[in-house]
C-alpha cells in the first residue's frame, strides 16, 4: 500500500521549540525525518494562531527538507500563492474551509505545488472523493485542528481505510495524536505519510523514535 520508499515520516513543528526553529528542523533532518510539516492558522478557522508565512521561507533556506503546510485558513485560495512563493512543496487546505475547492485546488497547481485537502475528524470521507484528481495527498486529521498533543481519535481509521480504496495512487496522510501505536494502527488502514508534532519533538532521542516508528509501521503494513 504504501509509496515507494516506505512509510514518510514529517515532524510537525508546532511542537518545537519556536526559539530555535532552524536549530530543530535542521536536527529534524539529521534525525532521518522525511520532510516538516508547518501548522498556519488565522485565528477564525480554528481558535488559535501560530506561525506566520516567513517561517516557510526561513526553513527554506536552511534545509532540503520537502516542507508541507497545513493551512487552517477559513479562505485558503487567499494564501496559497503566498505558500507557494515562499517555498512550500505541498499545500494543504481544509475542505470545510469557505473557498471554493476545486478553484484553490487549481490556483495551487498552477503555482506548481502539490496540493491536498484536509478533513476534520467527523467530516465523511465523501467529501473529498469528487476532487481526488486534482489532488496528490488527502489528509485525515485524527484530532480537532488548531493544537497540538491532543488524544488520537480512533474512529478516524475507517476514513483512512475509505480513502486509500478510493485514492489507491494517492498519499494518504494522517495528523494529530500520533505515536508509535496509533501510527502503526493508521498505516495499517492504508496511511503512508504521518505528521507527528509531541511525540517526536519531544522525546529524548528523535533519530531512535524515527528509527523505531519506521519498524512499527513496516510490521503494520506487512
Ligand atoms: C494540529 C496540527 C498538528 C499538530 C500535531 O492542528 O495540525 O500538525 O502539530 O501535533 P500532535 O502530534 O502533538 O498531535
Ligand atoms: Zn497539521
Given at each position: 500500500m504504501q509509496q515507494e520508499g516506505g512509510i514518510k515520516i514529517y515532524p510537525s513543528v508546532l511542537a518545537a521549540d519556536m526559539g530555535r526553529l532552524k536549530e530543530?528542523?535542521?536536527?529534524?533532518a539529521a534525525a532521518g525525518a522525511d520532510g516538516l510539516h508547518l501548522d498556519i492558522m488565522d485565528g477564525y478557522f480554528v481558535n488559535n494562531i501560530s506561525m506566520g508565512f516567513d517561517l516557510i521561507s526561513d526553513l527554506r533556506s536552511v534545509t532540503n527538507l520537502p516542507i508541507s503546510v497545513h493551512l487552517m485558513v477559513m479562505w485558503p485560495e487567499w494564501y496559497i500563492p503566498r505558500c507557494a512563493?515562499?517555498?512550500?512543496?505541498?499545500?494543504?487546505?481544509?475542505?470545510?474551509?469557505r473557498s471554493e475547492i476545486e478553484t484553490a485546488l487549481r490556483v495551487a497547481r498552477r503555482m506548481g505545488s502539490r496540493v491536498g485537502l484536509v478533513l476534520n475528524p467527523e467530516t465523511p470521507a465523501e467529501?473529498?472523493?469528487?476532487?481526488?484528481?486534482?489532488?496528490?495527498?488527502?489528509?485525515c486529521m485524527s484530532v480537532h485542528p488548531g493544537f497540538g498533543g491532543q488524544v488520537f481519535i480512533e474512529s478516524v481509521l475507517y476514513k483512512i481505510r475509505?480513502?486509500?480504496?478510493?485514492?489507491?495512487?494517492?498519499?494518504?496522510?494522517?495528523?494529530?495524536?500520533?505515536?508509535?501505536?496509533?501510527?502503526?494502527?493508521?498505516?495499517e488502514c492504508g496511511a503512508d505519510l504521518l505528521y507527528l508534532g509531541t511525540y517526536l519533538?519531544?522525546?529524548?532521542?528523535?533519530?531512535?523514535?524515527?528509527?523505531?516508528?519506521?519498524?512499527?509501521?513496516?510490521r503494520a503494513d506487512a
Open positions: 530543530m528542523a535542521q536536527a529534524a512563493e515562499k517555498g512550500a512543496d505541498t499545500i494543504l487546505f481544509h475542505v470545510e474551509a467529501s473529498a472523493v469528487p476532487h481526488l484528481g486534482l489532488c496528490d495527498e488527502i489528509l475509505l480513502i486509500r480504496k478510493e485514492f489507491p495512487q494517492g498519499i494518504v496522510s494522517v495528523d494529530g495524536g500520533l505515536d508509535a501505536d496509533t501510527s502503526a494502527k493508521a498505516v519533538f519531544k522525546a529524548q532521542n528523535m533519530a531512535a523514535t524515527i528509527a523505531n516508528l519506521r519498524k512499527q509501521c513496516r
